[in-house]
């Protein structure tokens, strides 16, 4: 096996655990009128969804518009709010401000318990760096507040396209003047790996609780499959 | 005046003393036959003084060539070295593969002895990150040998286009999602701050040994003007 030089990381859901820190996130800057009667945890899982449909549409390499009029992901999650206050009836809750600032939660999440550990050990013998959908400064914000200790930033908005769009894998793979066989991409995602491992990169699989829903991934399709980072390091280490 | 949240910050010679580190790199890598026959310091030195006319050239708004045809700092202090060899009268001294490992020198440079002190003290109120000509391998390749805790990594590479151009400045602030006038650019080069402020950037100016020779820079013609970077952490939050 050639030599993994860098590991690129997916973020939501890879990395944070995004499902319990939005929901924190929204109730912490909510009423209590709207505490119990909305359902929290299908609002947030459609907040997600509808993140996972819009940049699936906008991944195709023909997407030209998307070059042209690049939305980032922050801008997505904002709109997306406003549709998803009218589906859940509580319209004039929260001011134009408020939603603002509660659209923000995806820069606010926490690492799952393994991850600052893991990223650590990892960094001591890789270069370690996200590759993610999320915007530079969502990622940039979320490290400071996760204190994940990443080398280096890759998002998709460097890329004017999203991933699994080819352009994404292989634009930060050269910036780190690597190829894609020094590379392994990590994710709790298969369609991520799937793209990665398409474009000749490792590809590593993590599992994590509630990602990959009605997926069911199995170790013969990655090279590395692995329950936490901490899991990873050693495997990786102990070629 | 308006909130600084982010310090972008200049490399080779802000940031780390690529004069000792260089010099360093290329004699652990000769024979003897050539380590008091070569005047080291001059060597070093034009080095840098064609990786300076090479921006330079290559820092114009109209520059389409660059933009097209984008050739890395990398690639640039490697072609200049085959020169050097030539004019000092070495050649046959290294094989290629040697110089290519000659040329990673200023991917392995040490930071000033306030650096990381100050940059970590720095990273706890702001968002810190490199705007540099070096290009992204470079600098994450530097971050990792002199532990370097940015929270981002910009490269003139990621626009195709080098510092001067506006581009680069504006670029590094778009992506961080601030105004201009919410960002700090720290240098030990009057060249450099002179394009910040024009772009309506923050400046802050670093005495730092050797660099910005010819050029006397005085505090009149920028925002903050310090010794070190522990220095610059103490004016910001002083206010």
Redesign the interface.
């Known amino acids: 096996m050639p030599e993994i030089k860098a590991l690129l990381f997916d973020v939501f859901g890879t990395v944070v655990d995004w499902r319990t820190s939005v929901k924190e996130h929204i109730l912490a800057r909510s009423p209590e009128s709207i505490k119990t009667s909305v359902d929290w945890d299908q609002f947030t899982q459609e907040w997600r969804d509808g993140y996972f449909k819009f940049v699936s549409d906008n991944s195709k390499d023909d997407a030209t518009s998307v070059f042209n009029s690049f939305l980032s992901v ?1 801008q997505q999650y904002r709109q997306a709010l406003d549709v998803l206050v009218e589906k859940h009836g509580i319209r004039g809750v929260w001011t134009e401000e408020q939603k603002d600032d509660i659209a923000t939660a995806w820069h606010y999440l926490k690492g799952w318990d393994d991850t600052v550990e893991g990223l650590t050990l990892l960094k001591s013998k890789f ?1 370690i ?1 996200t590759l993610s959908n999320g ?3 969502l990622l ?1 914000d979320m ?2 507040y996760a204190e994940l200790p990443w ?3 890759f998002s998709s ?2 890329f004017k396209i999203y991933k699994p769009s080819p352009r994404v894998y292989l634009g930060a793979t050269e ?3 690597l190829k894609p066989e020094n590379v392994l991409m990590v994710a709790a995602h298969m369609y991520d790996l799937e793209a990665a491992k398409k474009n000749g990169l490792y590809t590593a699989y993590v599992v994590r609780r509630g990602e990959d829903i009605g997926r069911t991934a199995s170790p013969e399709e990655v090279d590395y499959f692995v329950s936490d980072f901490v899991e990873l390091y050693k495997q990786l280490t102990a070629e």
Do not use: W
């Open positions: 922050d270069i760096g915007n530079m400064r940039v490290a400071k080398d280096v930033v908005e460097l910036y780190l003047q």
